[in-house]
Each structure stands twice: as structure tokens, then as C-alpha cells.
């Protein structure tokens, strides 16, 4: 069965600071996909990053990047000189078996 | 990308009735979902919407209470009956896109308050 697992249910960090949002995933399924969204307070889902379970290298995408750790089965997102605007709701989510599934998420707090 | 339109964008309604969602998509899609985020949770996948095929739903959601309706490869429905206060929840349409990265791409979300 799939699984995706975030175990920080919230964070505080102060602005400017880079920050470390954790995901771990479980799936059988050999060809995957993570990403990880963006839910601010007024709900829309925004997409923030891709990696795919055959790509080499750490995806990026500006300040944003994803720590890719296959044999440790983790997809951890790292975001760098963090901003107030960054304060949402981060979901890590994983593809797998031709649906996406999501973790609990994770509710970061930028502190001025 | 895709632009996603859910009608209605929140409603209330009472207890005992059903409700339809529609869900408007401005390109042909392949991949169609409707997922449940319950207050203060995270997305929980309801079922995959099958163009001319019946749904396929995950572990927990049935037909008779989430009938689902795609007609063509742009709208889909989805439909709440029998309404009780657990449902209360947005409700949230999404596609996959081919050629993307295989993201997913979400409506607005429609939010239901049951009495």
C-alpha cells in the first residue's frame, strides 16, 4: 500500500532562515512521482515541486528544493531565505499506481 | 496547466439532502479526481472519475453516497447525497495533465456546510 508519512505538524522559523519540511513515502509501485504543495489560508492548492523516482539528480525550482534520499525513502523540501508569504500549509504528496496521495501536512509559521 | 472551474464555490444545506458539484475543466484531460479535505486536514482521494466508465473509488467512499458523473474528457460531477454534518468538508476537483510533470492541477474547491 501506499503511504506518505509527515511528521512535523507544525514549525516556527524566523525569517530569512532556510527551513526543512520531512516527508517520508512507502509504495511497491517501482516508477513514482513526489511533489509537494503550497496550501495558504485561502485554500488553493499550489504546486511547488516535482521529482520523479528515476531522476539522478535533486529537483530545484528557485528557493525551493527537494532533498531526494531514495534508499532512505524520503522527499524532504527545503526552502532558503524563507519570506513572511512562505506562512501556509506545505502537503508533500506522492504518485503512484495512477493516483496521488497526500501526507497530513505540515503548518510553517515565518516569524518577522 | 489547466484551468479548473467548480461550481458551486460553498453552499449549506441541510441534513438529509444531496448536493452536485460541477467541475469545469478548459482542456482535455485524461486524469480526473475529486478529493475530500475535511477541516483542518489534508486531501483524501474519494475516487477517479472515468470518462464513459463508472468511478473508481478508494477504500471508505461508495458509489451510492459519492455518484459520480464524467461525460466527456472537460466536466465531471460529483454529487454528496444524503447529507449528514460529517460531511461538511471542501470538496476539490483535480486533473493531471499529460506532459507535465504529472502534477496535479485543483479547482477552487467547494465548500459544503451541512446543518
Known amino acids: 500500500a501506499q503511504k506518505i508519512t509527515q511528521t512535523q505538524p507544525g514549525m516556527f522559523v524566523q525569517e530569512k532562515e532556510a527551513v526543512t519540511l520531512d516527508c517520508t513515502y512507502d509504495t511497491s509501485d517501482p516508477s513514482y512521482g513526489l511533489f509537494w504543495y503550497k496550501q495558504p489560508s485561502s485554500g488553493e492548492m499550489i504546486f511547488l515541486i516535482y521529482?520523479?523516482?528515476?531522476?539522478?539528480q535533486n529537483a530545484t525550482e528557485g528557493r525551493y528544493s527537494l532533498n531526494f534520499q531514495k534508499a532512505r525513502k524520503s522527499a524532504n523540501l527545503v526552502i532558503s531565505a524563507s519570506q513572511l508569504g512562505d506562512s501556509a500549509m506545505y502537503f508533500c504528496a506522492m504518485r503512484a499506481d495512477d493516483k496521488i496521495i497526500f501526507g497530513k501536512g505540515t503548518r510553517l509559521h515565518i516569524l518577522p | 496547466s489547466a484551468v479548473i472551474s467548480q461550481k458551486p464555490s460553498r453552499d449549506i444545506c441541510q441534513r438529509g439532502t444531496s448536493l452536485t458539484i460541477q467541475c469545469q475543466v478548459d482542456s482535455q484531460v485524461t486524469m480526473m479526481f475529486w478529493y475530500r479535505q475535511q477541516p483542518g486536514q489534508s486531501l483524501t482521494l474519494i475516487a477517479t472519475a472515468n470518462q464513459g466508465s463508472e468511478a473508481t473509488y478508494e477504500s471508505g467512499f461508495v458509489i451510492d453516497k459519492f455518484p459520480i458523473s464524467r461525460p466527456n474528457l472537460t466536466f465531471s460531477t460529483l454529487t454528496v447525497s444524503n447529507m449528514s454534518p460529517e460531511d461538511s468538508s471542501i470538496y476539490l476537483c483535480s486533473v493531471g495533465v499529460q506532459g507535465s510533470a504529472g502534477e496535479l492541477f485543483f479547482g477552487e474547491g467547494s465548500r459544503l456546510t451541512v446543518l
Open positions: 521529482q520523479g523516482s528515476y531522476d539522478q
